[in-house]
């Protein structure tokens, strides 16, 4: 069981924080997609949670290795080099034309100039990041809030991910949809994604499901505190109708995939079994269903007792 109480915010009482603070996140995210080289299903433009926010990790520039953290214990946005050298500027109210000035100035001062697509994606409507004076909310105790919900997630999600020995994701932090993943494949391909994800070429989601997957993640909607959610591409017949546990997770129909509450996790005398049922019972769902070749996939993280003291 976790150590620490799930940390509670209401969807309702944070969105125009949530709102903006997913802008900032795109805006920081698409600086360490300038320089990074492509990995499979866009793996190199995610965000990691840290012990103090969201951080890029290590980004090779021009100038040096650099990283970019959303520091959400102080409320500041960090930029660290390899060289010595770095940056810092407050988080607090402020429009995201604002914040996306600051960010370009600081790296500037750093010797960078990165090249970005300087509107959003995955949103509707797209305001062009240096003429949005629309989203400038930020609600510190909300921010740090959620990220204490995602260092939960993150913490349990990893918990799952070790129990796969095939091709899995980190568990990471994707800025277009603003939701903490963790994918597992079965080493097949998949049909081409249609695409249609809003301000987004379908390019990006023909190579972000170009093999047969089971993906889980949380992200701040979908309930009144976020909701945990589940989902397989392609769906294999019988996936929406397969009994998922624990109760209170549910097949939505509106979202295409089994969602799990987070005031759900939260309020259970254990939230951590209560999650990783959820986790495992769908993606049992998908592997069964879809045919995966459970046994060579899976393994015990248990099977070398000795490596917590190697």
């Known amino acids: ?119 959003p994606n995955e949103v509707d409507p797209a305001i062009p990041f240096a003429e949005d004076h629309e989203h400038a909310a930020y609600d510190p105790q909300a921010a740090h809030l959620f990220w204490q919900q995602l260092v939960q997630a993150d913490r349990v999600l990893g918990e799952f991910r070790s129990h796969f020995v095939g091709k899995v994701s980190p568990v990471h932090f994707f800025w277009g949809a603003m939701d903490l993943a963790c994918t597992r494949f079965s080493g097949r391909p998949a049909p081409e994604h249609p695409g249609g994800a809003p301000n987004c070429g379908d390019w990006v989601m023909v190579e972000g499901y170009s093999r047969e997957l089971s993906s889980c993640g949380f992200w701040p909607g979908g309930g009144e505190e976020g909701a945990f959610y589940a989902y397989a591409y392609p769906q294999p017949p019988g996936f929406e109708a397969a009994e998922v546990g624990p109760e209170g997770a549910f097949w939505s129909t509106d979202f295409g995939q089994f969602l799990l509450p987070y005031e759900v996790v939260a309020d259970a005398e254990d939230p951590d079994a209560t999650l990783g049922r959820f986790l495992q019972d769908t993606y049992a769902a998908a592997a069964d269903l879809g045919g995966w070749d459970r046994a060579a996939l899976e393994d015990d993280p248990a099977r070398w007792p000795q490596h917590r003291r190697g």
């Open 1 to 119: 069981m976790s150590r620490q109480p799930w940390p509670r915010l209401r969807v309702a009482d944070w969105t125009d924080t949530r709102d903006t603070f997913h802008l900032w996140t795109q805006i920081v995210g698409k600086v360490r997609m300038a320089y990074a080289p492509l990995l499979n299903h866009w793996w190199q433009v995610t965000l990691y949670v840290s012990p103090r926010g969201l951080t890029t990790g290590t980004v090779p520039t021009p100038v040096g290795a650099l990283d970019i953290e959303l520091d959400l214990v102080a409320h500041r946005l960090r930029m660290r080099l390899s060289t010595g050298e770095e940056e810092a500027f407050a988080l607090e109210p402020m429009p995201v034309a604002q914040f996306h000035a600051q960010t370009l100035a600081a790296l500037e001062r750093l010797g960078l100039t990165p090249r970005i697509q300087a509107t």
